[in-house]
């Protein structure tokens, strides 16, 4: 630690560190996300991916932990002047250690004996969790370029808000359903899971732009994105 | 408004720069301190510090000088250019130093009470605090006595001081002496120029002096401060991963010395540790390292000094620091006794907060105020 203090500065930035890492978590909570929905849209055993998604979780969790100690650091050594962006990024790293918990939540589903691989509307649900997916790839993206693009970040938030309210629709759509309770609920459950997913990957990107007090809510304050 | 700004954006190297002017500055300062005590006659010099004859009130005197300017830096830098000047004794300003070394501790004790609040923030951060003031008090406890009777701190300076420079009583040829006496002429002609009694002149050269150093001290802690920053935040998150031991005194040593300021790592610690960032026992030997790291202006100060004596007491201060870190944290029973004496009075000080602003009134004020008057 002492070497340390003699390293040369790495021109990263105040955050390029805490920005490389979190960019890290979001893979990991990709790589769970992934496992979790692959497992309960097919008919391969849970018991595969329990231990290795758990462990990502643990990891990110982990990596929260520390990423938030070196925030109070960074206030601590530096002063008040990035409380903001020491905000922005607390929130930040909750909202990617969110998306672990909600991929250990589809893995419980998994876990519960619900398979869906049998559904009628499979394919469709397969696409939505395809969508999701392929938005934490731009997410990262978005997030570790050096500057801020505020068109591309509303360009995304705006796609996404789109799925967000098609999820929420579907999700209504199994409540009220006619069909066996056996059949909707899980699905109804899932794509709550997954319209938290996306509005936690909505809301991280956002970080970087919106004012703080804005994020996750929507038309001014007004609209709760219940993420 | 634009030129404070632009000196906050100023580059690496322009910063660098300014850094080392400041310290040349500093320099003249500490030399102009010792040319304002010289002008001052003999009778006068006796009479203004007689009251430091004796030992407890010259550790008083040391307590509240570094309260009042809240920098041990610039108190000790300070008792080294009155020696150097030949007004005060080292066995004089061994105790005014060891003060010092107790004073410093008000401001990161001023710092936790910020937390005050929130119960247990509080406990930790006035935990992390007091322990600095405990180990101090210890180590005085411990080393005056010793040092009184044996001179366990000054005789290991005074023999290094001698290897390095030469005996006490000769005149040391410093070259930083040469490179500062041309500016110090100039205060000296001002002053003459202004008041023909060599009292008054020496007190406007001494106040002259003080003023040089604080300010000068203030700057080279400021800028190193924005200089270094990044690696100390580096550091500080190796810390966090690494715990505490011999590397982190180590790390408190290295920051305090870029930083010039021990008040500065200690109260950088103390909202980690309300936060629960850090424990008590990892901040515990980054405060003995800033303990260490903060001598080093007091060894800048001498180099500005025509005497060995004043090389002798900058030596003393980081002798007594040492010998108290061998003494209360190498030996494991002695470790745990700040440790525990802070964990006892962070608890009684949650359950009523009022005695937590009474005890930095009564230790750091009222008790050293009492002894300079008493045994002064």
């Not at chain 2, 008000?106 to 710092?111: K, S």
């Not at chain 2, 924005?226 to 005194?249: F, P």
């Not at chain 2, 500065?264 to 980054?286: D, E, H, K, Q």
Request: hydrophobic share 50%; proline share 3%.
């Amino acid at each position: 630690m002492v070497l340390e203090f003699f390293r040369r500065n790495s021109g990263e930035g105040d955050f390029g560190h805490i920005v490389s890492r979190a960019v890290t978590m979001l893979g990991d909570a990709r790589h769970s996300y992934d496992l979790a929905t692959l497992v309960l849209l097919s008919n391969a055993d849970p018991g595969n991916v329990a231990q290795d998604i758990r462990d990502t979780d643990q990891r990110i969790n982990q990596a929260e932990q520390e990423l938030r100690s070196e925030l109070i650091v960074h206030v601590s050594v530096k002063g008040a002047a990035d409380i903001g962006s020491v905000l922005g990024f607390t929130l930040l790293l909750k909202k990617i250690e969110r998306i672990g918990d909600q991929a250990k939540n589809i893995l419980e589903l998994a876990e519960g004996g619900v398979r869906m691989s049998g559904a009628p509307e499979i394919d469709v649900v397969r696409g939505d969790c395809g969508a999701i997916s392929t938005f934490f790839a731009e997410a990262g993206t978005l997030l570790s370029a050096a500057d801020v693009d505020d068109e591309a970040v509303a360009d995304y938030a705006a796609r996404v808000n789109a799925v967000i309210d098609d999820l929420h629709d579907k999700m209504n759509g199994y409540m009220t359903s006619d069909r066996p309770g056996r059949d909707v609920v899980p699905l109804a459950i899932l794509y709550r899971y997954l319209r938290r997913v996306a509005a936690n990957l909505v809301g991280i990107v956002r970080t970087s732009v919106e004012p703080l007090p804005h994020v996750d809510y929507l038309e001014g304050g007004t609209v709760d994105t219940d993420d | 408004m634009d030129d404070r700004r632009a000196l906050g954006q100023l580059s690496g190297p322009a910063r660098s720069a300014l850094v080392v002017l400041l310290i040349y500055v500093f320099l003249v300062g500490v030399s102009s301190l010792e040319t304002g005590i010289k002008i001052m006659g003999e009778d006068t010099q006796e009479r203004l510090f007689s009251t430091v004859s004796n030992p407890f009130a010259a550790l008083c005197v040391g307590v509240l000088g570094t309260v009042l300017v809240q920098s041990s830096s610039a108190s000790t830098s300070v008792i080294v250019g009155l020696v150097a000047s030949g007004a005060l004794g080292v066995g004089d300003a061994v105790p005014m130093v060891m003060g010092a070394n107790i004073g410093t501790t008000v401001t990161n004790t001023l710092v936790s009470l910020g937390h005050i609040r929130q119960s247990n923030e509080f406990r930790r951060a006035f935990a992390a605090a007091t322990v600095h003031d405990f180990f101090n008090v210890c180590a005085v406890a411990l080393l005056l006595p010793l040092e009184l009777l044996f001179g366990v701190v000054s005789k290991p300076a005074e023999w290094l001081s001698g290897s390095l420079v030469g005996s006490a009583g000769s005149d040391w040829k410093s070259p930083v002496k040469a490179w500062v006496k041309e500016p110090v002429g100039w205060l000296k002609d001002l002053w003459g120029a202004v008041v023909e009694n060599p009292n008054l002149r020496g007190v406007g050269m001494v106040l002259t002096g003080l003023v040089i150093v604080l300010v000068a001290l203030a700057f080279i802690t400021r800028n190193m401060k924005k200089l270094v920053a990044d690696r100390v935040e580096r550091s500080v998150n190796a810390l966090l991963g690494r715990g505490g031991g011999a590397l982190a005194l180590l790390l408190g040593v290295v920051i305090t010395i870029a930083v010039q300021s021990s008040s500065i790592t200690t109260s950088i610690l103390i909202p980690l540790a309300g936060a629960g960032v850090v424990t008590l026992r990892n901040a515990y030997p980054v405060t003995l390292g800033a303990n260490v790291g903060t001598t080093i202006t007091a060894l800048l100060a001498a180099l500005a000094a025509s005497k060995p004596e004043a090389l002798t007491v900058a030596l003393a201060h980081t002798t007594f620091n040492v010998v108290g870190i061998l003494l209360l944290y190498v030996v494991p029973v002695a470790r745990s006794v700040p440790l525990i004496g802070a964990e006892r009075l962070a608890d009684v000080a949650v359950e009523r907060r009022s005695l937590a602003v009474a005890y930095v009134a009564v230790a750091f004020i009222i008790v050293p105020l009492l002894g300079v008057v008493l045994l002064g």
